[in-house]
């Protein structure tokens, strides 16, 4: 069976899923089953309050009113495959922390997979819960599950390769590695090589995910002082730079030489936006080829053979999440073949559930072509899937092209 | 007197000067001459093992070679002159840093004004010895040099208020502030709201030189395991970064409200090329317009009676070292009211002593208009300058408007 010629096939390369806190608890090795008891009402509290100071709390609540049993689909497998089902959208790639602060992974396991405030024993204990969990998930569904698995892979490179090994076993089909490393070593250090290794042996793309920033810069240090307000702006601040935070990896594999030893080694930055993506490439081939005004600083090229613009285009993808037609009218300089477009669900800020109407919104009228790149054939060779496969649901819920020309 | 209607006032935004380390000693308050004494082979050594890991001290000393009467330029009053003569430029902002690494003011004073290795104390030591000496070096030449107080702000404010007071009496004609600002408190801070006034008050524009990023995230921990590379490619990484912690500062001071509350203050972004201006412009229109996408993160805007990126455009210019042709034919987007030409003369990556070659290859054929107010006319605006003490040298040494057109 081929694809339906008059339907889109459409797949989120940006989905999250994730159990409610409490239930991760028989997920986790017993041996950290007390450590979880003693940690949940802690991690509650935290939640809940940096809930009030970053996230407004009634506006998620607010909206989460009344969608309940649909929002249920960030770990129920009939839930989920009904709320994509009326999205139309085929398949996903499943990133944790479902709704938000309701269902991180417990000891800071999560997209952020930041290193504060945890340990290596309990934050791979968490990824592992989750990830137990998640493979479950997927085989409800696997044809529509793209599972990815929490890797933290700053403490340990043996742990992380072994981690992704196991991952790979149990049908994940991609990895999540933190965009900050914090005091650890940065991406471009020859530690993690086996890293890369494993990854592109298993055809495992990596995600960064966007998120995570230095925030103490944002809300200064504590306390302040008497009648000095220090955070104004914040969070302008915040959304202002956290695309950069999230490319950081990429400039530091890059120039480090890291696609230039793996050619197949395939990297995805999520929900960042793309309207970066011009002008760092634009960078980083004037960086590349400019003489005069970096000789003083010696060589930083000869070990690569192709410009870092180029790498990009062969082993980057950007996972476009609720892409505004801005960015489709950007295409071009972007690259039409970098862009996989995501939903976000169940996130407020994502597209569902209005989904099919903010495609047209941004898709309308563009060359057929593009369309079925950037919405679903980009993530077919980069997922590798089996187009067969997804067809049938293709065929039962997927946009209909003609809707698309107004 | 009236400007020249033939040749073009050129004011380069960025020159540096400063005496060869060691004869700073007299211009140091005499109760930190010991310590001066003391410091001086040890920042001979850093300087020299700085240069060994970052800088390519063959290439420099090369391209010195035979020169040397020119680069005296950095600290003599008739060898300025004559160089700046020579290139057709007639005046400059000065910066610190002459020769680069030669010419650096004692205790951790420079344009970078990095707080580690130093105290509060020697810090303000240095940077007074090296305005001292600027200020008289100013006075040799007043109406040709924009001399810049380096300020070390972040240690405390009541210090720099009153730094910036003296510079101003002095007859130094703007500040230089770190952009990097380490651990304390950033610039959206409400402690920083004096130095706000007083630069505001005084019309002293602040500067952000180029220069500055976390180099320890490039070369990684130290020392590297046993047959592991750590730091290949950390030059590239640092020259594709580097215009990123340069723009921080001012990404803080916009959602910060800073210019809200103080609408004539000026900043000067120097050295940290204009590429990256369109997209930042464009995405801080953006965050302070999309509603959707931001929603859940609470009220970042209503301080703000403008979009930042207005505020940027009224508050903020760039200091356009060596500026490239390719961003010559973007000054429509990056904005032609923004643009302040430089040849950061003395050092090797900049213009000099190629400089009117350089200004034809980049301006050649483009309006009267735009070349006019990128070389000299923003500059004017910027400093407040007196044109018509400047009329008389531009009639002797600026370059000839005919030889822009083809």
């Given at each position: 069976m081929s694809l339906d010629l008059d339907r889109y096939l459409v797949i989120s390369s940006d989905g999250h899923a994730g159990l409610p806190?409490?239930?991760y608890r028989e997920y986790v090795d017993p041996r950290f089953r007390d450590a979880f008891d003693a940690a949940l009402p802690i991690q509650r509290a935290m939640t809940e309050s940096a809930a009030k100071s970053f996230l407004i709390a009634d506006i998620n609540e607010e909206w989460r009113k009344g969608i309940e049993d649909d929002l249920a689909g960030a770990w129920d497998s009939d839930a989920r495959n009904r709320v994509v089902d009326a999205d139309g959208v085929t398949a996903e790639v499943l990133f944790p922390d479902g709704v938000t602060e309701m269902n991180a992974p417990p000891f800071?396991?999560?997209?952020?997979?930041?290193?504060?405030?945890?340990t290596k024993e309990l934050q791979w204990a968490g990824c592992d819960a989750h990830n137990r969990w998640l493979s479950e998930f997927v085989s409800q569904a696997p044809e529509r599950r793209i599972g990815l698995a929490c890797i933290p892979?700053?403490?340990?490179i043996d742990l992380a390769v072994e981690g992704i090994r196991r991952a790979h076993e149990d049908g994940l089909r991609g990895v999540v590695f933190p965009p900050m490393w914090g005091e650890f070593a940065p991406?471009?250090?020859?530690?993690y090589n086996p890293v890369w290794e494993v990854c592109q042996d298993l055809d495992m793309p990596i995600h960064f995910h966007s998120g995570p920033s230095p925030i103490q810069d944002y809300f200064g240090?504590?306390?302040?002082?008497?009648?000095?307000?220090?955070?104004?702006?914040a969070v302008g601040i915040y959304i202002c730079e956290v695309a950069i935070w999230l490319a950081r990896p990429v400039t530091f594999m890059l120039w480090g030489g890291v696609f230039e030893n793996h050619p197949r080694l395939k990297v995805a930055l999520v929900e960042?936006?793309?309207?970066?993506v011009p002008e760092y490439l634009q960078l980083l081939e004037q960086r590349y080829s400019d003489s005069h005004y970096s000789m003083?600083?010696?060589?930083?090229?000869?070990?690569?053979?192709?410009?870092p613009a180029d790498y990009f285009k062969r082993n980057v993808r950007i996972?476009?999440?609720?892409?505004?037609r801005r960015e489709a009218d950007m295409r071009n300089e972007i690259g039409v073949g970098t862009i996989m477009w995501g939903?976000?669900?169940?996130?407020?800020?994502?597209?569902?559930?209005?989904t099919k109407d903010q495609l047209k919104e941004t898709f309308?009228?563009?060359p057929e072509q593009d369309i079925a790149a950037m919405l679903g054939e980009n993530a077919v060779s980069f997922y590798n899937l089996d187009v067969e496969k997804l067809a049938p649901i293709v065929a039962r819920i997927g946009p209909e092209k003609a809707t698309f020309q107004q």
């Open positions: 806190m409490e239930d800071g396991a999560g997209f952020s997979l930041g290193t504060q405030g945890t892979v700053l403490w340990d991406y471009h250090h020859s530690r240090p504590m306390p302040p002082k008497e009648g000095q307000e220090i955070n104004q702006g960042g936006t793309g309207i970066w003083k600083l010696g060589d930083y090229r000869s070990h690569l053979s192709m410009s996972g476009a999440s609720c892409m505004p939903t976000d669900y169940p996130h407020p800020e994502g597209s569902w559930p209005h309308h009228d563009l």
